[in-house]
């Protein structure tokens, strides 16, 4: 609610300096309307951002959620010898994330995030 109110005071300031640089075109007024453009293109990039970040921990919360940590796929990939015959139920976890999570949904923001689920 706070950022919304800032931002609705930046933009009648801008729109109030837009006017004011109309009326009396000078370098004042141009210098006081870019930077009020600037400043509200800042609390926007920074307002998508945040959403941006708190998509990627919720996704990266129901990733836990279907590939804990403590869970059998992981233990095995941890403990287990490659090599040595297993049973394929040890790798349910893993199963279920490869064919529930190649879509738009499951989709990180970050870069960085992407990266690593798309290749590890």
Known sequence: MKSIVIKIINLIAL?????????SPDWEPAVTSLGLLAALIAQELVTISKASSQ????????FLEIFPSN??????LKNHDIGAPFHESALNDLNNFLERWNNAEHE?????LKKQKNHG
């Not at 729109?15 to 009326?23: F, G, P, R």
């Open 55 to 62: 998509r990627d921990r919720d996704l990266a919360k129901q």
């Open 71 to 76: 869970g059998g796929s992981a233990d095995f």
């Open 108 to 112: 990180f923001n970050n870069k960085q």
């Open 15 to 23: 729109l109030l300096s837009v006017a004011w640089l109309v009326k």
